[in-house]
């Protein structure tokens, strides 16, 4: 008995200590906003801490916003398409994402609110993966339908665009001047015999802007000019970055002369180094304004704070964020975002920025077809792997031996001939009924390209000086 007293006072005084917090209700946890986005972290970052803002100031209640990074648009694609086979739509369930935050609009038309497509791949949804909604700056009239030509919103309200993006070529005037290379102003530019081994790129297979870089080339030159200067380009790089904002990178540090790239990646190399020897040129009369879209996902997690994070996006505190320099009143706080928005009367309130471009104000630089991009995206993206990607030491050596020779000029056409005719392109895509077939057609590519390849490399190797 001598020891139960000790005990007894040990628990009255840890009772008196812990048990009125014990006691007391714990606080609820705040509400997570779950988004896949393949932007950088600085977008992320932004938008994250002001959102979190927006929503407290409003509400009062605190909440989280969570960026799911698995990769850019195509792993983003993939990954929404592996977990939306695994769950019952039709019972109301969801993959656990709440909203798709960035990425070209080709995605979310053909891919996320289509149906068939869907269905094709496994995926069991009725009226495709997306939630319609129409958000409040769309009401109002904010926003117009379109710009040069490109929409900005679905037709049923299931994607609206964020912000806006154009395509043209980064380049470094140092380098160029002393490598004793020529300058570099159009696509046909980047496909020349003396840049071999001065081009950076991206992996057009994972890389969405990188992807519609190549669209543009296709479409602005027309099928066959279009894909010459794509094998070119891609027979003047290295190695197959993994993504578009690499380019920037390594034309800024010197690593490479010049490459297709997005304009807001870069604009800061641009701005850091100064134009005198970093530049961003829009390839006259073939380059066009695209928009980077934003959508809901169907049965996501928490549907009210998605559409509210769209509004915001969308309205007026987003859209200030995308363009506004770093500091000012209404901008980010940490981060240059470099964007071009989608409300068009912010270009004309004289805000801080550091963006020239005034999309609304110019026409369309060609027809660009928007249809016709997003239809082919994925078979593309299959040819592109097929006939540059997974055969590039191949496509490398037969231009090295054209160049070598002194037959660059006379082979390249025939290095840069299609594996077939855009007419011919569009009947596989019509054919093609399922994996195994589009394995077979992927395949035989390779092997064309391949046999094509060597016997480029061989006539240059047999015929050159």
Same mark, same amino acid.
């Given at each position: 008995?001598?020891?139960?007293?000790?005990?007894l006072?040990?628990?009255l005084l840890?009772g008196a200590?812990f048990?009125?917090?014990?006691?007391r209700?714990?606080?609820p946890?705040a509400r997570t906003?779950?988004?896949l986005?393949p932007h950088w972290?600085?977008i992320?970052?932004?938008?994250?801490?002001?959102?979190?803002?927006?929503?407290k100031a409003?509400?009062?209640?605190?909440?989280?916003?969570?960026?799911?990074?698995?990769?850019?648009?195509?792993?983003?694609?993939?990954y929404?398409?592996?977990r =939306?086979r695994?769950v019952?739509?039709?019972k109301?369930e969801?993959?656990?994402?709440d909203?798709?935050f960035g990425?070209g609009t080709f995605? *979310?038309?053909t891919y996320?609110?289509s149906?068939g497509?869907l269905?094709?791949?496994?995926?069991?949804? /009725?009226g495709?993966l997306l939630?319609?909604?129409?958000p409040?700056a769309a009401?109002?009239g904010?926003i117009?339908?379109?710009?040069?030509?490109?929409?900005l919103?679905d037709?049923?309200h299931?994607?609206h665009?964020a912000?806006?993006?154009g395509f043209?070529?980064v380049k470094n005037r140092l380098?160029?001047?002393r490598?004793k290379?020529?300058d570099?102003?159009?696509?046909?530019?980047l496909?020349?015999p003396?840049l071999?081994g001065w081009?950076s790129?991206?992996?057009?297979?994972?890389s969405? =802007?990188v992807h519609?870089?190549f669209e543009?080339?296709l479409q602005? *030159?027309?099928w066959?000019?279009?894909w010459r200067?794509?094998?070119?380009?891609?027979?003047n790089?290295?190695?197959?970055?993994e993504?578009?904002a690499?380019v920037?990178r390594?034309?800024s540090l010197?690593?490479s002369a010049a490459?297709?790239?997005?304009?807001?990646?870069?604009?800061?190399?641009?701005r850091?180094q100064?134009?005198?020897?970093v530049?961003?040129v829009?390839p006259?009369g073939? /380059?066009?304004?695209?928009?980077?879209?934003i959508?809901?996902?169907?049965?996501?997690?928490?549907?009210?704070l998605a559409?509210?994070?769209?509004? *915001?996006v969308l309205?007026?505190p987003?859209?200030?964020?995308?363009?506004?320099?770093r500091?000012s009143e209404?901008g980010p706080?940490e981060?240059?975002?470099e964007?071009?928005?989608?409300w068009?009367e912010?270009?004309?309130r004289?805000l801080?920025?550091?963006?020239?471009?005034?999309?609304?104000?110019q026409?369309?630089a060609?027809?660009?077809?928007?249809?016709?991009?997003g239809?082919r995206?994925g078979?593309?993206?299959?040819?592109?792997r097929?006939?540059?990607?997974d055969?590039h030491?191949?496509l490398?050596?037969?231009?090295?031996?054209?160049?070598a020779?002194?037959r660059?000029?006379?082979?390249g056409p025939e290095?840069?001939?299609?594996?077939? =005719?855009?007419?011919?392109f569009?009947?596989?895509?019509?054919?093609?009924?399922?994996?195994?077939?589009l394995?077979?057609?992927c395949?035989a590519?390779?092997?064309?390209?391949?046999?094509?390849?060597r016997?480029?490399?061989e006539?240059a190797e047999?015929g050159g000086r």
């Amino acid at each position: 008995m001598r020891f139960v007293w000790p005990v007894l006072l040990l628990l009255l005084l840890l009772g008196a200590a812990f048990g009125p917090a014990a006691l007391r209700p714990s606080q609820p946890a705040a509400r997570t906003l779950v988004i896949l986005s393949p932007h950088w972290d600085g977008i992320k970052q932004e938008f994250r801490r002001g959102f979190e803002e927006h929503w407290k100031a409003k509400t009062g209640e605190t909440v989280r916003v969570e960026f799911w990074d698995v990769g850019g648009t195509g792993e983003i694609r993939r990954y929404v398409r592996e977990r =939306s086979r695994q769950v019952d739509w039709a019972k109301g369930e969801g993959i656990g994402v709440d909203l798709l935050f960035g990425g070209g609009t080709f995605d *979310y038309e053909t891919y996320y609110s289509s149906e068939g497509k869907l269905a094709r791949e496994g995926v069991k949804v /009725s009226g495709g993966l997306l939630e319609a909604y129409e958000p409040s700056a769309a009401r109002e009239g904010r926003i117009r339908g379109e710009v040069s030509g490109q929409p900005l919103r679905d037709g049923q309200h299931r994607w609206h665009a964020a912000c806006l993006s154009g395509f043209g070529i980064v380049k470094n005037r140092l380098v160029l001047e002393r490598a004793k290379l020529p300058d570099v102003k159009t696509w046909d530019d980047l496909a020349r015999p003396e840049l071999r081994g001065w081009v950076s790129c991206g992996d057009p297979t994972r890389s969405g =802007s990188v992807h519609m870089a190549f669209e543009v080339i296709l479409q602005a *030159y027309g099928w066959e000019r279009g894909w010459r200067a794509l094998t070119l380009m891609c027979a003047n790089v290295v190695s197959f970055n993994e993504g578009g904002a690499s380019v920037p990178r390594d034309v800024s540090l010197g690593q490479s002369a010049a490459g297709p790239c997005i304009d807001f990646y870069a604009a800061a190399p641009v701005r850091r180094q100064g134009a005198t020897h970093v530049e961003f040129v829009f390839p006259e009369g073939y /380059s066009v304004i695209t928009p980077d879209a934003i959508a809901i996902l169907k049965h996501g997690p928490q549907p009210e704070l998605a559409r509210a994070f769209m509004d *915001y996006v969308l309205g007026e505190p987003g859209q200030r964020l995308w363009y506004q320099k770093r500091g000012s009143e209404g901008g980010p706080r940490e981060f240059d975002l470099e964007r071009l928005p989608v409300w068009h009367e912010l270009y004309d309130r004289g805000l801080p920025t550091f963006a020239a471009a005034r999309p609304f104000d110019q026409g369309n630089a060609f027809p660009y077809d928007g249809k016709k991009g997003g239809a082919r995206w994925g078979l593309l993206e299959d040819l592109l792997r097929a006939t540059l990607i997974d055969v590039h030491e191949d496509l490398k050596a037969a231009w090295a031996a054209a160049i070598a020779h002194g037959r660059a000029d006379e082979l390249g056409p025939e290095l840069g001939r299609p594996p077939l =005719s855009e007419e011919e392109f569009a009947e596989v895509a019509k054919k093609l009924s399922g994996p195994r077939e589009l394995n077979a057609q992927c395949t035989a590519w390779t092997g064309w390209a391949r046999k094509h390849y060597r016997e480029v490399r061989e006539k240059a190797e047999r015929g050159g000086r």
